[in-house]
């Protein structure tokens, strides 16, 4: 037996040995409960829980907003009202109640501008080119949003307001309101900022807002928020003369100004034109909304400026800048 041979099996035989004393202390451990040190199971890593990243609130959710507190207009409820206005009747008490929750509607659209205004200061941490891309994204939905706003909400809690050249009335339904301060108060309910002073104009009718925008001459009125490009002035051409323009630049919110009045025009589609304003007719009297091209105001004008509220306006509006503006007295 060679040497190599010898000092195998010595160590075949410490490793049996150790083995069966390793085997014995377990049996022993096992009786007294205890565990060896190979037994002992191993350390389990902890698990950490990721914690979940805040999800922005989404905007543009206004409309679910109303519908659940009872303040979005159908369709159907809307062309209702016009008919009751057309008629010169009396405002349904129903409507009176919706109109006195007015203010509650101002706060969620201004919860709305709040949002677009936090998505907007999110996009400065974006690259130049992103950042411009996403922030044109926004300006689209906001103007979009806030047209379906006027249209399907606001404005028509309007519908039935007395007229009155005088008019100065904050409130649907409150007391009677002109054609300017009817354009001024839409628009503020959007979340436009206006300066306003208080002034006392009789004993009897107390204290008024007073915008200075409001009395503003309607072309400059139009001039605060369209820029030139989307400006057109029309002489003794009707209203069919603004068809072009409209196809030209699309869907959104544009202010429409006559010889001695002005009023709103929405417009989303081919045959879906609107005016909305404040004046008098035969037979009736307040807010109203007409197509653009059979309301007797717009064809009896012998001037139309029609201009779009355009993206330097809707920024402003994001930032919450104000429109400062001086009237002539």
């Given at each position: 037996?060679t040497?190599?041979t ?16 390793v ?8 009786a ?8 002992m ?13 805040k ?13 659940r ?5 159908s369709?159907?409820l809307?062309?209702q ?16 109640q919706m109109?006195r ?17 936090r ?9 130049p080119a ?13 103007a ?8 399907e ?14 008019g ?12 300017g301060?009817?354009v001024?108060h839409?628009?503020?309910s ?5 300066p ?5 104009r ?16 309607a072309?400059?009125?139009i001039a ?9 002035y029309?002489s ?11 196809r030209?630049?699309?869907p ?21 034109t609107?005016f ?7 037979g ?15 064809r ?14 809707w ?7 104000g ?5 002539v007295?």
């Amino acid at each position: 037996m060679t040497k190599t041979t010898k000092m195998l099996l010595w160590g075949l035989s410490c490793l049996m040995v150790l083995i069966s004393s390793v085997g014995w202390a377990a049996d022993g451990r096992r009786a007294s409960g205890s565990r060896t040190i190979l037994e002992m199971p191993r350390k389990k890593r902890p698990r950490y829980r990721r914690a979940k990243a805040k999800k922005p609130i989404p905007c543009g959710i206004w409309a679910k907003k109303l519908k659940r507190h009872h303040l979005m207009i159908s369709s159907a409820l809307r062309r209702q009202r016009i008919a009751t206005a057309l008629q010169g009747a009396r405002v349904p008490k129903s409507i009176r109640q919706m109109a006195r929750r007015y203010p509650q509607l101002l706060r969620i659209m201004e919860q709305e501008r709040l949002c677009w205004r936090r998505a907007w200061s999110r996009t400065a941490k974006l690259a130049p080119a992103a950042r411009k891309k996403q922030r044109r994204f926004i300006l689209r939905n906001v103007a979009e949003h806030s047209r379906r706003a006027l249209e399907e909400a606001i404005l028509p809690m309007w519908i039935g307001t007395p007229w009155d050249f005088y008019g100065t009335a904050v409130r649907p339904h409150q007391k009677s309101i002109a054609c300017g301060y009817f354009v001024t108060h839409a628009l503020r309910s959007l979340g436009f900022r206006f300066p306003e002073t208080f002034l006392y104009r009789s004993s009897q009718r107390g204290p008024m807002q007073i915008f200075e925008v409001a009395k503003l001459p309607a072309a400059k009125v139009i001039a605060l928020y369209a820029p030139p490009s989307q400006q057109i002035y029309v002489s003794r051409r009707g209203p069919t003369a603004l068809r072009p323009f409209l196809r030209r630049f699309g869907p959104g919110i544009y202010i429409l100004a006559l010889d001695t009045h002005i009023g709103l025009v929405l417009h989303h589609g081919p045959g879906k034109t609107y005016f909305w304003h404040s004046s008098y007719g035969e037979g009736w009297t307040g807010v109203v909304r007409e197509s653009l091209y059979t309301s007797n105001d717009v064809r009896s004008s012998r001037v139309l400026v029609l201009g779009k509220v355009g993206w330097r306006a809707w920024t402003r509006w994001l930032q919450g800048k104000g429109f400062f503006a001086r009237s002539v007295q």
